[in-house]
Structure formats: structure tokens, C-alpha cells
Nanobody, 116 residues
Framework: QVQLVESGGGLVQPGGSLRLSCAAS????????MNWYRRAPGKEREWVAG????????RYADSVKGRFTISRDSPKNTLYLQMNSLKPEDTAVYYC?????????WGQGTQVTVSS
């Protein structure tokens, strides 16, 4: 059974940091692409960052470039999102997304709240 489980969300003050994790299981071959998305209250889901598993190239949304870093631990099949210099506008539910055999898979999401 394919499964993505996010963790690491929470409440943090502006300027603080959090690291999100996404543990992938049940995928029987190499994943093609892994991404982070987020959905803020009252807004559409927004792509945040992505990484290809072949080559490991990364891309970021302009709103997080220079502050967020996507990475992976291949043996553990885990994706990370290191978030630094957090702003109140980063408040959202963050979702892990995997594209495998051209099919998108989603985790359940983890809440990140940036507030003083």
C-alpha cells in the first residue's frame, strides 16, 4: 500500500525555523519527482518546492526561494523541507506529493503556523 506520512509541523514565531518530513512507503520502484505543496486558509493549493529523484535537481517557488530547502534521504525514502526565516504568510497546511508512474500521490498534510 502506497503511503506518504508528513510530520514536523507546528507553531513557530516569525523568523523561526521548522523541518518537515515526508516518509514514503509502498513504492516498489524509484520515484520520479517529489514535491511540497501548501494550502493557506482561504487560498488555493500552492506548489512550494520540488525535486527529481533522478539527478536530484531542485526548484522553488519565488515566495520561498532562499529560505526553504528541499532534500531527501534516499535509503530512508524520506523527503524533507527545511524552512528558515519563516513569515506569517507561510502559515498553511503543507502536503507532500509524489509522482510515481505518472500518478500523483498525497500525504495527509501537516499544519505550520507562524505567529507571535
Amino acid at each position: 500500500q502506497v503511503q506518504l506520512v508528513e510530520s514536523g509541523g507546528g507553531l513557530v514565531q516569525p523568523g523561526g525555523s521548522l523541518r518537515l518530513s515526508c516518509a514514503a512507503s509502498g513504492f516498489t520502484s524509484n520515484l520520479y519527482a517529489m514535491n511540497w505543496y501548501r494550502r493557506a486558509p482561504g487560498k488555493e493549493r500552492e506548489w512550494v518546492a520540488g525535486m527529481t529523484t533522478i539527478g536530484g535537481s531542485t526548484r522553488y517557488a519565488d515566495s520561498v526561494k532562499g529560505r526553504f530547502t528541499i532534500s531527501r534521504d534516499s535509503p530512508k525514502n524520506t523527503l524533507y523541507l527545511q524552512m528558515n526565516s519563516l513569515k506569517p504568510e507561510d502559515t498553511a497546511v503543507y502536503y507532500c506529493n509524489v509522482i510515481w508512474r505518472s500518478i500523483p500521490y498525497w500525504g495527509q498534510g501537516t499544519q505550520v503556523t507562524v505567529s507571535s
